[in-house]
T-cell receptor
């Protein structure tokens, strides 16, 4: 059973470009969470999605960031007009459900560097 | 406002000894507490969790203790092994739905000396 897949693993963008980060959850998991880790910091929650629905986006910056989890295909985190402050590691996690023990399984992360 | 705090940035222990990693929280609405282990350039790996209705959970070499009145939990690793050297994150969440998101501490770097 493959784990959570994220691609690309490394992404370099120039200021003003768009970044698209993809996440394929574990088989059988329908809940996806995105977290961001800035240097020397812990992981910060960004958004929680189920298939075709955004459940909680309270951690997402109000502008330039968006996320989706379509009926078919991976979850996408999109950052428009990237700035240097967006440089971070972005982790996706998936779980079977949101009730009970919350064992979220994490992908390897995408390391975004904005030049 | 940091709701989950890991106040010690690092810990060094001798192989075979006990490692005790501490975590404090401020939000009394948290229902679950989890520990994750992370190696450089990898995603966090789930280690062990505990429900707020329990005070102890054990899994092999790993034991988590929860003191609700003090809003404090700790992870004990016995015996410590060099392969345990990593960053350990304490995390907490509510019960259902939107409360299932994880709130992380900043992490503790554990070094186990051979």
């Amino acid at each position: 059973n493959a784990g959570v897949m994220q691609n690309p693993r490394h992404l370099v963008r120039r200021r003003g470009q768009e970044a698209r980060l993809r996440c394929s959850p574990m088989k059988g998991h329908s809940h996806v969470y995105w977290y961001r880790q800035l240097p020397e910091e812990g992981l910060k929650f960004m958004v929680y999605l189920q298939k075709e629905n955004i459940i909680d986006e309270s951690g997402m910056p109000k502008e330039r960031f968006s996320a989706e989890f379509p009926k078919e295909g991976p979850s996408i985190l999109r950052i428009q007009q990237v700035v240097r402050g967006d440089s971070a590691a972005y982790f996706c996690a998936s779980s079977q459900g949101s009730v009970g023990p919350h064992e979220q399984f994490f992908g390897p992360g995408t390391r975004l560097t904005v030049l | 406002d940091q709701q989950v705090k890991q106040n010690s940035p690092s810990l060094s222990v001798q192989e075979g000894r006990i490692s005790i990693l501490n975590c404090d929280y401020t939000n009394s609405m948290f229902d679950y507490f989890l520990w994750y282990k992370k190696y450089p350039a990898e995603g966090p790996t789930f280690l062990i969790s505990i429900s707020s209705i329990k005070d102890k959970n054990e899994d092999g070499r790993f034991t988590v203790f929860l003191n609700k009145s003090a809003k404090h939990l700790s992870l004990h690793i016995v015996p410590s092994q060099p392969g345990d050297s990593a960053v350990y994150f304490c995390a907490a969440s509510g019960d259902t739905g939107a409360n299932s998101k994880l709130t992380f501490g900043k992490g503790i770097t554990l070094s186990v000396r051979p």
